[in-house]
């Protein structure tokens, strides 16, 4: 194998670039020509390919973000556009690809694999949800950026006796909630994964108040309920309390990378390049019980990763 393509798809994650620049210059080392695919899928199939060199990756391991670029094309299910992308990147000599994304990204890369074109996928999401790896490119980096901004509302929450519903994201999981609510101290935890009693929680906070501690805050997974619900039903509740909403949307996708991100991004990078030259196909590179490692595609886009319950349960226990 003499030239593999290397794209970046879905939502965007910190670590992405240092994954592309290790693909890019393990590739080098290996004597294999890397392309660069801009704008994920939709330059697969429009044929935005461009070679990449070691210096064309200068400087990116620091950067949030994606030097490709990305794109969400709703238009790749459709077997069609899918071996219409194969045939493109047969037609430039292209015998393998590796696709840096989450769950949506490495749909689409299992279905070029299945259609007999060589793929291996890189597990990069800040939600953490794929099957088969502990962490995933971003996870990290988003958690860290939730975790800050939780610390700095704290202090007015302390400040003002306030009650402060902080909103991260996950739709479906609730990874960052988990990991950012536990690290950063929170009273309550919402996830999707887990039920929760609105009743409970208010009952909770007067119990609180009657002890004298005069400020609340909540995490809530985006998925599990919008902060600005919550903050309707707590007021239904509790009209005297002083609520407000904080809502980190995108700030968590972006900034410079952790350096556990940069790490496992440039280890995911290496190893995909070099199961791709070792003849695997249809994996997805990840790291299990800190040893990075190969799950087959099927599995890590079609099975549910579970939420540690024990890591649930501690946070509940130390937020008494």
């Known amino acids: 194998m003499k030239r593999i393509a290397v794209l970046t798809s879905g939502g965007d994650a910190s670590g992405m670039n240092a994954a592309i620049r290790s693909v890019v210059r393990v590739g080098y080392v290996r004597k294999v020509e890397i392309i660069g695919v801009y704008r994920g899928y939709r330059g697969l199939l429009e044929k935005d390919f461009h070679p990449l060199l070691p210096r064309d990756v200068s400087g990116i391991l620091e950067r949030g973000g994606t030097i490709l670029r990305t794109s969400r094309v709703?238009?790749?299910?459709?077997?069609?556009?899918?071996?219409?992308?194969?045939?493109?990147?047969?037609?430039?000599?292209?015998?393998?690809?590796?696709?840096?994304?989450?769950?949506?990204?490495?749909?689409?890369?299992l279905a070029i694999s299945e259609k007999g074109f060589p793929t291996i996928g890189i597990a990069s999401t800040i939600d953490n949800d794929l099957w088969g790896t502990d962490y995933t490119i971003g996870f990290d980096t988003a958690v860290n950026t939730a975790i800050n901004a939780i610390d700095k509302i704290r202090d007015a929450a302390v400040s003002h006796g306030r009650t402060f519903i902080v909103e991260v994201m996950g739709r479906e999981a609730g990874f960052i909630a988990l990991d950012a609510g536990l690290g950063g101290g929170a009273d309550f935890i919402l996830i999707p994964e887990m039920p929760f009693s609105i009743d409970k929680i208010t009952e909770n906070m007067k119990e609180a108040f009657r002890k004298r501690k005069m400020h609340h805050l909540i995490v809530c997974a985006e998925g599990a309920i919008h902060a600005r619900d919550l903050e309707k039903e707590i007021k239904k509740r509790m009209p005297e309390v002083e609520t407000r909403v904080s809502v980190l949307g995108y700030i968590q996708r972006g900034g410079s990378p952790t350096r556990f991100d940069r790490i496992i991004a440039s280890q995911f990078g290496e190893f995909a390049v070099d199961a791709l030259l070792g003849g695997e196909k249809g994996k997805l590179v990840g790291i299990k019980d800190n040893k990075i490692t190969l799950i087959p595609l099927k599995d890590a886009v079609t099975k549910r990763?579970?939420?540690n319950k024990d890591l649930y349960k501690l946070a509940e226990e130390v937020s008494v």
């Open 305 to 307: 990763k579970r939420i």
């Open 74 to 109: 709703p238009d790749f299910k459709k077997e069609e556009n899918q071996y219409r992308a194969i045939k493109n990147m047969e037609e430039e000599g292209i015998e393998g690809l590796i696709v840096i994304g989450g769950n949506g990204s490495q749909t689409g890369n």
